[in-house]
């Protein structure tokens, strides 16, 4: 059996074999946020899919090193900042704790790498002369530095390679400064961005005079630095293939003369209740507003994983009430589990393993996987209901012996409950109850407290009576209040 999955270079399922196949190290990076808001389920899909993939290489026995950079200087960005009148760091700052608590309350593994790009200026600018020495970039009257499609083109590099793109479109010496732009743009892209009043503080000096680098080469400097010329997989949300994934491709290549990268990873849209994601639609959530709303990170990641990264889709609030039932189930039954089987330890069980190995190992389909998991709750509650208190007795009753076979004993719960931790390792979910609270709802129980303490108990049974519908719980212990899931 071996790890199949769409490589989005060559638009066929290929086998995973890592660069080195010498050795089970695999390198891989994900482009992370733009920390210039709060991040939205849609950019979640791709960061959680994005740990999914991490932790079944490893489940697989690869030693993964993941990198996800955080990009926190852009057009956009530096527009907030304008407009807030606050300093780059202190803004941005903000979002960049809310990202990484966000990817805590939907239980990613924390990659190993979360480079900032403003910490890797001296690299981007490393970068961009060797593509100036090669003739591969150059500066503009406006005193940008751009990448020129045409010359890397001349050295007989590809542009392209993600996506067909159409030539004959492009019109000599068309330029773009901006760091999002259409496919209909076919253009040379900016590698570095001459300083206008519009950028404030902030600025760099460069061999080409002050100024900050365009969004495209963050990722290309901040990879290669981390993980090395060439690596083994990136992944990223399907709407960055054009430009920034190619543009990242050609700078990479151009620079170095070296392939990039090995295997690419595309994840597809989300649609919130059957449409595209709009605030003025209000379908557009954040983690913070589902949280908010009362939904723990183990169902919305539960949600966001249900379905085959590939496919668009469909987001709702009654599938998150879905997840909630599905969880529920799984968690009942383990808790039985793990009452049946008490201090017992067995080797895990080798089936459930092996098909839940077999459905990820085909493209990550992840829905075939829930399937397995699913099928084996239901087994495990017939097996479960089927024992009952009955005590076999086959010295009285032959027939006994074979019906012992069907029991649950102790044994046979710790081998479902080894092998679904091991499961679990991937899956990301988790123990009911672990999950930590989300602000908000901290937020709560510090009001709730702060009534008590001044003896407003209508308030205070008011909030817990808040926290209850949002599927909170205060367990009042000798350490003080705890918030537990319902
Ligand atoms: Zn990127």
Redo the contacts with the bound molecule.
Sequence with gaps: MALKFLNTLSRSVEEFVPLDPSSNAVKMYC?GPTVYDFGHIGNFRTFVFADLVRRYLQFRGYAVTHVM?ITDVEDKIIRRVRETGLGLREYVSQFENAFLEDLKTLGCVLPHHLPRATEFIPEMIQMIDALMKRGIAYQAADGSVYFSIEKYQGCGCRYGQLVNLNFDQMRAGERVASDEYSKDALADFALWKARVPDDGDVFWASPWGEGRPGW?I??SAMSMKLLGPSFDLHL?GED?AFP??ED?IAQSEGATGKPFVKYWLHGAHLLVEGKKMSKSLGNFFTLRDLTGKGYGGREIRYLLISAHYRETFNFTLEGLEGARTAIGRLDECLAKLREIAGATKAPADKKLIHDFTTALDEDFNVASAWGTVFEWVREMNRLIAASGNYIPNPAANPADGVFASNRLDAEKAASALAAWEQLDSVLGLGRKGEAEAPPEIQALLEERQAARKAKDFKRSDAVRDELKVKGWLIEDTAKGPRLKQA
């Design positions: 482009c950079n495209h963050e990722c990223g960055l920034h994934h990242e």
